[in-house]
């Protein structure tokens, strides 16, 4: 599991109001229109540790944005829809201990100031679901969208498919997590045991849902 205990970079722990200052300043030479959203998240945040996770998550969409400009967008980032959005994806951001998912963060943002006016019941859905997802269950999605390669054989299962492609998870760990991104509506993966022909058991893409597409989409970005 990727986390950020390596340590690399972070301002000393004694000084996180330093880390927010530098934080702040960041943004809004890089990414103004973030600047008084991300003062409430600031002032929440109280370790250094927490700090620079929202320091790498606004990096990155700094880095994505690059000299991005919309009038659509400049009219969006005012809103308080997308401060609320702004808030609440930093502030998860912040909690969370995956590189992978921090990353995930970081492009859902992009694409919410890149592409604004999706429906903001939908983006917050997104974020709940992204927030419950374990580094695992990213693991479980990726491999479902491999596509098939080699030879499948003349018969085989979903199980089977999915086994050889984790092999540091059993079965009981494979079976249990796609039973999770079941309930979350990312997958419809109702048995890995049935037996079918060899293509049809390799190939498994058709079983990431709608709404687990964008899932994978940036889960294979990151």
Known sequence: MESDDDNRGLVPASDPKTLALDIAAFATSALPYVGGPLSNVLSGVATTRRLNR???VL????DDLGQFKSDATEQYVKTEEFEELLERTLRQ?????SDEKRR???SFLRDDIKVPGQPYDQELRFLKTLEELQPDHLTILKALATAPSGDP???GSPGETLSNRLRGMNEAQITELVSQLND???TDLRTL?????GVGA???RHSITQYGRRFVSYVLEA
Do not use: Q
């Open 104 to 106: 995930i963060y970081a």
């Open 54 to 56: 929202v320091r790498e």
């Open 93 to 97: 951001a912040a909690d969370e201990r």
């Open 193 to 197: 045991k049935v037996m079918m022909t």
């Open 184 to 186: 979350m509506r990312l």
């Open 153 to 155: 054989g003349m018969m």
């Open 59 to 62: 990096e990155k969409l700094a």
């Open 202 to 204: 390799a190939d498994l």
